[in-house]
């Protein structure tokens, strides 16, 4: 196995020196790395795969779902612009959503995952900016 690794890293030089690699995209650019740490382990690979053909999980779009909802009502409680209908509807949506998340991870048997539950966590505090304890 060693031969191979020392055949590859010859090749990989000499296409170097040729100038093989010059026309790359991103040539000169520094690499674009993803930060998965609060993707745990077992749940990487399918996260790549899915992200790159361009799918994301339902109970992940309902999160960030219930997020941008739950910003629209403080919005509303805050400005004192919006009718009492408004918010009622938003409230109505809201629950609808946390339904069908609550739904979807217990027919997953996601609700008892602990490493799901931190991965949550860790999208709920990317896309809102505060802990689960309330701290930002």
Not at 70 to 92: I, P, Q, V, Y
Not at 114 to 133: N, P
Request: aromatic share 4%; charged share 30%; hydrophobic share 35%.
């Amino acid at each position: 196995m060693a031969i191979l690794s020392w055949l590859a890293e010859q090749r990989i030089q000499e296409a170097m020196r040729s100038g093989e690699f010059s026309n790359l995209p991103g040539h000169g650019k520094p690499l674009e790395l993803e930060d998965l740490s609060g993707v745990p382990e077992e749940l990487r690979m399918s996260y790549k795969i899915m992200k790159n053909a361009g799918l994301l999980p339902e109970e992940v779009t309902l999160r960030a779902e219930c997020v941008t909802l739950e910003e629209l009502l403080m919005a509303c409680h805050t400005s004192g612009n919006s009718t009492a209908g408004e918010r009622k509807e938003l409230e109505g949506k809201l629950s609808l959503k946390r339904l069908r998340l609550q739904m979807l991870l217990q027919e997953r048997g996601l609700e008892s995952n602990a490493a799901y539950a931190d991965y949550g966590d860790a999208i709920g505090q990317r896309l809102t900016g505060v802990e689960r304890d309330g701290r930002e």
